[in-house]
């Protein structure tokens, strides 16, 4: 759901409170601090080591690039620091001075948490609206005699009258959010079956499609290839895709990032964005990493060119790699995929979607369905096979040359660490994922969703 919509209720009662002269604190926000100052954020704390930090010497060495130095700069700039000073040239950095830092900050010095709190205070914010000081003695005096009940009455008939308003555009939304208000007819909900994983929620599931289908669009409406997508983030503003390789020639309506890296889009206009159908829809192998800071992460499986682990508590990863092939099986963006699963047992799903997977019951024998005399031998469009076990010295190279294959090369994912492996998530009992060099750690729903 849009920002604007979801907090038109919240907008209301602000209105209303500002008129009547009262004041409202946020739940848990002490006088002078702003909202943002209680979020959890990736965070840096300026030492003195090495004779003196530089912007530049941080991005360098927790982002990899000096060149960054500038995106640390906008993210800090202006805001108060522990000593009361605030960073407003590049070059002066003090020795205490707390820098937020972007999400796939990594290394020594980097920290996860709200920010420390120090003697500085926040940047001022917006005042409320000035009160009248001969209202404000008359509200006073009514308090102290207390004829501020009829007051008091009005405010919960006002919210309650709010609470009904919120209630009619949450069931609006929930009519037409789902296909973004296009008037498109909806494509038939697909669930798995009673007993299998837990899927997206259908209206986060129809919003990453959609996704999908305007980059398509777009891309092919400027003669431009869709980019290499790795993974795609998605909050309640914004989608953002992670790009494999760098590209800053963005197409509308995404604009290009940290070097073009990444690309993001406002979820209100790519909602609102025509699409075609007639494309293919890039990322068809994409799943559900998990949440994380309040975006859900989904990774593309097929962005992989070696073989993917999934290692750590072996019943969570066994229900990773499950929940992922019932999602292949069923989402949108996949109906072009393959799926094999081998030694995982049955994966149960709609009978209509049969055919789109074959569970076998060892590595080899999903080697020969694919690469031998199988029913797959001539397959020709994207797969995903997920293994078991790591496969042998014999295997990992089958495996090696199915991820290679120049024309319809497959995503492969086996179970347990592998030397073999290019990616390698890491996952405990309670769901947390570590991705290794994707620079990620999330809490993945898709494993705790699945337990009794």
Same mark, same amino acid.
């Given at each position: 759901?849009?920002?604007?919509?979801?907090?038109?209720?919240?907008?209301?009662?602000?209105?209303?409170?500002?008129?009547?002269?009262?004041?409202?604190?946020?739940?848990?926000?002490?006088?002078?601090?702003?909202?943002?100052?209680?979020?959890?954020?990736?965070?840096? *704390?300026?030492?003195?080591?090495?004779?003196?930090?530089?912007?530049?010497?941080?991005?360098?060495?927790?982002?990899?690039?000096?060149?960054?130095?500038? !995106?640390?700069?906008?993210?800090?700039?202006?805001?108060?620091?522990?000593?009361?000073?605030?960073?407003?040239?590049?070059?002066?950095?003090?020795?205490?001075?707390?820098?937020?830092?972007?999400?796939?900050?990594?290394?020594?010095?980097?920290?996860?948490?709200?920010?420390?709190?120090?003697?500085?205070?926040?940047?001022?914010?917006?005042?409320?609206?000035?009160?009248?000081?001969?209202?404000? =003695?008359?509200?006073?005096?009514?308090?102290?005699?207390?004829?501020?009940?009829?007051?008091?009455?009005?405010?919960?008939?006002?919210?309650?009258?709010?609470?009904?308003?919120?209630?009619?555009?949450?069931?609006?939304? =929930?009519?037409?959010?789902?296909?973004?208000?296009?008037?498109?007819?909806?494509?038939?909900?697909?669930?798995?079956?009673?007993?299998?994983?837990?899927?997206?929620?259908?209206?986060?599931?129809?919003?990453?499609?959609?996704?999908?289908?305007?980059?398509?669009?777009?891309?092919?409406?400027?003669?431009?290839?869709?980019?290499?997508?790795?993974?795609?983030?998605?909050?309640?503003?914004?989608?953002?895709?992670?790009?494999?390789?760098?590209?800053?020639?963005?197409?509308?309506?995404?604009?290009?990032?940290?070097?073009?890296?990444?690309?993001?889009?406002?979820?209100?206009?790519?909602?609102?964005?025509?699409?075609?159908?007639?494309?293919?829809?890039?990322?068809?192998?994409?799943? +559900?990493?998990?949440?994380?800071?309040?975006?859900?992460?989904?990774?593309?499986?097929?962005?992989?060119?070696?073989?993917?682990?999934?290692?750590?508590?072996?019943? +969570?990863?066994?229900?990773?790699?499950?929940?992922?092939?019932? /999602?292949?099986?069923?989402?949108?963006?996949? !109906?072009?995929?393959?799926?094999?699963?081998?030694?995982?047992?049955?994966?149960?799903?709609?009978?209509?979607?049969?055919?789109?997977?074959?569970?076998?019951?060892?590595?080899?024998?999903?080697?020969?369905?694919?690469?031998? /005399?199988?029913?797959?031998?001539?397959?020709?469009?994207?797969?995903?096979?997920?293994?078991?076990? *790591?496969?042998?010295? /014999?295997?990992?190279?089958?495996?090696?040359?199915?991820?290679?294959?120049?024309?319809?090369?497959?995503?492969?994912?086996?179970?347990?660490?592998?030397?073999?492996?290019?990616?390698?998530?890491?996952?405990?009992?309670?769901?947390?994922?570590?991705?290794?060099?994707?620079?990620?750690?999330?809490?993945?729903?898709?494993?705790?969703?699945? =337990?009794?």
């Amino acid at each position: 759901m849009p920002t604007t919509r979801r907090r038109l209720p919240l907008l209301a009662m602000a209105l209303m409170l500002a008129i009547l002269g009262l004041q409202i604190p946020l739940p848990g926000i002490s006088a002078g601090q702003t909202p943002s100052d209680t979020r959890s954020v990736k965070y840096y *704390t300026v030492s003195g080591s090495g004779g003196g930090e530089t912007l530049a010497s941080i991005a360098g060495r927790i982002l990899g690039d000096e060149s960054r130095a500038d !995106e640390l700069y906008h993210l800090n700039a202006g805001r108060v620091q522990p000593d009361g000073g605030a960073l407003t040239e590049p070059t002066r950095l003090r020795v205490g001075w707390h820098l937020i830092l972007p999400w796939d900050a990594v290394g020594d010095g980097v920290q996860y948490g709200r920010l420390p709190e120090g003697k500085g205070t926040p940047p001022p914010t917006t005042p409320l609206p000035s009160v009248d000081p001969a209202v404000a =003695r008359t509200v006073s005096a009514a308090q102290g005699d207390g004829k501020l009940s009829i007051v008091w009455i009005a405010l919960a008939i006002v919210l309650a009258l709010l609470l009904v308003v919120a209630a009619g555009v949450w069931w609006w939304w =929930r009519r037409s959010g789902s296909n973004g208000g296009q008037g498109r007819p909806r494509r038939p909900r697909r669930n798995a079956a009673p007993g299998g994983p837990r899927l997206l929620g259908t209206t986060v599931a129809a919003m990453i499609d959609q996704t999908l289908r305007v980059l398509g669009t777009e891309c092919a409406a400027a003669g431009q290839g869709v980019p290499r997508i790795q993974g795609i983030s998605l909050d309640d503003e914004l989608v953002t895709l992670r790009l494999s390789s760098p590209d800053e020639q963005a197409v509308a309506p995404w604009t290009a990032d940290r070097s073009g890296r990444t690309w993001h889009a406002p979820l209100g206009v790519i909602r609102d964005r025509p699409t075609r159908w007639d494309i293919d829809v890039p990322c068809p192998r994409l799943v +559900t990493l998990g949440t994380w800071d309040g975006h859900e992460e989904l990774v593309e499986l097929g962005a992989a060119s070696g073989l993917i682990s999934v290692g750590g508590h072996q019943t +969570t990863a066994q229900e990773l790699a499950l929940a992922w092939a019932n /999602q292949l099986v069923v989402s949108p963006w996949s !109906e072009e995929v393959q799926v094999v699963v081998s030694g995982l047992g049955e994966v149960v799903v709609d009978a209509d979607m049969d055919a789109r997977l074959v569970s076998v019951g060892s590595t080899s024998e999903a080697l020969i369905e694919i690469d031998g /005399q199988g029913h797959l031998a001539d397959w020709f469009g994207p797969g995903v096979l997920i293994l078991a076990d *790591t496969p042998t010295e /014999q295997e990992a190279a089958q495996v090696a040359a199915l991820v290679s294959r120049p024309q319809n090369p497959w995503a492969v994912v086996a179970l347990g660490e592998s030397p073999h492996d290019q990616w390698r998530f890491t996952v405990d009992e309670q769901g947390r994922v570590e991705t290794g060099t994707l620079g990620v750690t999330v809490h993945s729903t898709t494993v705790t969703d699945v =337990r009794p």
